[in-house]
């Protein structure tokens, strides 16, 4: 075990703001800051920028200098920024330092920075490779107040679980025909609670669902969920949900002896999805079940295919899906297909940044003859420990199987990491009191990380901030939210601003 190491003092700050390095693609915020003559004026404007601040009713404007484009203020939640989000990761350590200057307390804290440019831009993805197949968001994965207000203006349907998240999405004023009420065990007082809301599509995969539903819905437009295969995915689903096909023929006729109204099949390959084949396979078993529902007297009109749709392999998967349609279903006039994509829109679109609040290494010897030795060591001889852990936005390694990995985001008080920095094996740690609480039992850090250092995630969109606790009095990270930079930015602040107006819209009547 390494012992205690007594550490000087965090540097003082020293930032050079480098804003070239960031990506190319985002021309427009690089000009804007060039111009800015780097670090001096960079720092002064940043004064200027809001403060994140915990309380959420407070509302501070982004610098106005440069808007270009209309402001938008929602009711209740954080200014929306611009700008490109690794920028408002640098702003965000900055922001940090000066606050940390200003003895605020908790200065240091961890934050998230929201894209929502990604989120817009995944559904322009998904509009241009699946334009037959209407996606309904499945809330459960992230279901923050600008990324449903964002998907609901752009036209998205919703996925929903439960009451409480179909109140949420009810209560942005969306249709409840744009609510697909997803999960096939639900509570009784959720399905009355459901059919007063007028969310009538919802999924069932037993006999004893369909005696409930012909009990307190009986009008509902039922969706009968079919195992498939899920063995190529990151969490398996089929375990918990999913009819076997052999049941299929004896739970329709249940239902139509129930005079339930079944509409269609849904099927969920299993979150992440890393095998397209899974997809076709399910169409394929779905096709079987539209004509059983052929022999029990149904007509159906709706095919479900599902979550699933992972980053990296959207295209593939994609492709593979509109070939399984159109051999399975060629003649679909009648047919409506919708998804219910979840960590396809979010996941990449969070990053999170987390201050190294403290540090265990062995001693440093004279001479540094045995730190050579742990640098080509596998095994992590430096613990760091930072401020979001397993049981805040990571728990998604403990319930999604994740691996993140930290990276350096700000390093004795620059962005920049030399390249003449020896690495070393390190682990790093949550700051809860749990030895469980581990967020990367081995990575590669520079060996000058020290406390007050900041270390970032990507792709922390999907399955984190949502199921965050507060164990051992941790507070769950907040989210700095930007549109992007250019065109695209202008797209998204379009949409939520008309949406707003809807919104603003319903509480007047
Ligand atoms: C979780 C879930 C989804 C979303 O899955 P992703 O892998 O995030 O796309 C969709 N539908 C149902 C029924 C789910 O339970």
Avoid at 6 to 21: K, R
Avoid at 207 to 222: C, G, N, Q
Avoid at 250 to 269: C, I, P, Q, R, T
Avoid at 424 to 438: E, K, Y
């Amino acid at each position: 075990m390494p012992s205690l190491e007594i550490l000087s003092p965090c540097n003082t700050i020293d930032f050079d703001f480098d804003v070239i390095s960031c990506s190319p693609s985002y021309a427009t915020c690089t000009r804007s800051y060039q111009e800015n003559k780097f670090l001096t004026t960079a720092f002064t404007k940043l004064c200027a920028l809001p403060v994140p601040n915990n309380n959420k009713d407070v509302h501070t404007h982004a610098d106005t200098s440069d808007v270009i484009e209309e402001d938008i203020t929602i009711p209740g939640l954080p200014p929306l920024l611009r700008g490109h989000p690794d920028v408002h990761l640098r702003h965000g350590v900055m922001r940090a330092a000066q606050l940390a200057l200003q003895h605020e307390s908790d200065a240091e804290k961890a934050f998230f920075v929201g894209d929502l440019c990604y989120v817009y831009q995944q559904h322009l993805r998904w509009k241009k490779n699946l334009p037959e197949i209407e996606p309904f968001f499945a809330i459960k994965c992230n279901p923050d107040p600008y990324v449903l207000r964002l998907l609901a203006g752009l036209g998205v349907g919703f996925d929903c679980a439960s009451i409480g998240e179909i109140s949420q999405i009810v209560g942005l004023g969306v249709d409840p025909s744009r609510i697909i009420f997803a999960n096939p065990c639900k509570a009784a007082s959720f399905i009355k609670q459901a059919a007063r809301a007028g969310v009538d599509m919802m999924t069932f995969d037993n006999t004893d669902e369909l005696y409930k539903i012909a009990r307190l819905f009986p009008s509902a437009k039922l969706v009968i969920r079919i195992l498939t295969d899920d063995s190529k995915s990151l969490c398996r689903l089929g375990l918990k949900f999913g009819a076997p096909l052999v049941t299929v023929p004896g739970l329709l006729a249940k239902a139509k002896e129930l005079k339930l109204d079944v509409v269609g099949v849904s099927f969920h390959v299993g979150s992440g999805c890393y095998d397209p084949s899974a997809f076709a396979d399910a169409v394929m078993r779905a096709r079987s079940v539209f004509e059983m529902g052929h022999e029990a007297g149904y007509n159906f009109t709706l095919l479900d295919i599902g979550g699933g749709f992972e980053d990296a392999t959207f295209e593939t998967t994609a492709s593979t899906l509109r070939d399984a349609i159109d051999q399975y279903f060629p003649n679909r006039e009648n047919i409506r297909i919708i998804a219910e994509p979840g960590r396809y829109y979010v996941a990449k679109a969070f990053s999170l940044a987390t201050n190294v609040i403290a540090r265990r290494a062995p001693p440093t010897p004279e001479g540094g003859g045995s730190q050579d030795m742990d640098m080509e060591s596998e095994q992590p001889s430096v613990m760091y420990y930072i401020n979001d852990g397993v049981y805040g936005a990571f728990n998604c390694i403990l319930f999604d199987h994740q691996t993140p990995q930290p990276y350096v985001l700000s390093l004795n008080g620059s962005f920049h990491v030399p390249s003449s920095v020896p690495m070393r094996a390190s682990s790093v740690w949550g700051p809860t009191c749990d030895s469980l609480d581990c967020v990367c039992p081995v990575t590669q850090l520079p060996s000058t990380l020290q406390v007050g250092d900041w270390l970032a995630f990507d792709n922390m969109g999907a399955y984190s901030v949502c199921a965050a606790s507060q164990f051992n009095g941790f507070q769950i990270s907040n989210v700095i939210y930007t549109s992007g930079v250019g065109y695209l930015s202008g797209e998204v602040r379009k949409v939520l601003k008309e949406f707003s107006k809807g919104e603003e819209g319903e509480d007047e009547d």
